[in-house]
C-alpha cells in the first residue's frame, strides 16, 4: 500500500505561478513513475505531467514550458512547478504513482487549483 498526501493548490490569478507538492510513504521502494493529473469539470481526468524512477520525462503539450516536474526519492515526493498559469489550467490536480510493470496505481485526494482571468 502508498499513501499519498498532496499539498500547494490555492487561488492565483492568470501569469501567477503555484507548486504542487505529493509525498508518498508506505510501500515506497517498488514505486517507479510518479505524476500528475488533472480533472476539470465536466471533463475528462488527463495527465499533466510524470517523471520516471530514472528521470524520464512526459508533458502533456498543453503545459509543455509553462510546468517542470521533478522528484526526490530519498524523500518519495514529487513536484509540479507551474508558472505562466492560464484560466483554463483550472482543475483538480491529482498525484499517482504507478508500480513495476504498471503492477499498481495509486491516487491522491486531490488538490484544487484555481486560476482566475
Known amino acids: 500500500q502508498v499513501q499519498l498526501v498532496e499539498s500547494g493548490g490555492g487561488l492565483v490569478q492568470a501569469g501567477g505561478s503555484l507548486r504542487l507538492s505529493c509525498a508518498a510513504s508506505?510501500?515506497?521502494?517498488?514505486?517507479?513513475?510518479m505524476g500528475w493529473y488533472r480533472q476539470a469539470p465536466g471533463k475528462q481526468r488527463e495527465l499533466v505531467a510524470a517523471?520516471?524512477?530514472?528521470?524520464?520525462?512526459t508533458y502533456a503539450d498543453s503545459v509543455k514550458g509553462r510546468f517542470t516536474i521533478s522528484r526526490d526519492n530519498a524523500k518519495n515526493t514529487v513536484y509540479l512547478q507551474m508558472t505562466s498559469l492560464k484560466p483554463e489550467d483550472t482543475a483538480v490536480y491529482y498525484c499517482?504513482?504507478?508500480?513495476?510493470?504498471?503492477?499498481?496505481?495509486?491516487w491522491g485526494q486531490g488538490t484544487q487549483v484555481t486560476v482566475s482571468s
Open positions: 499517482n504513482v504507478v508500480g513495476p510493470l504498471g503492477s499498481y496505481m495509486y
Open positions: 508506505g510501500s515506497t521502494s517498488s514505486i517507479n513513475a
Open positions: 517523471i520516471s524512477r530514472g528521470g524520464s520525462l
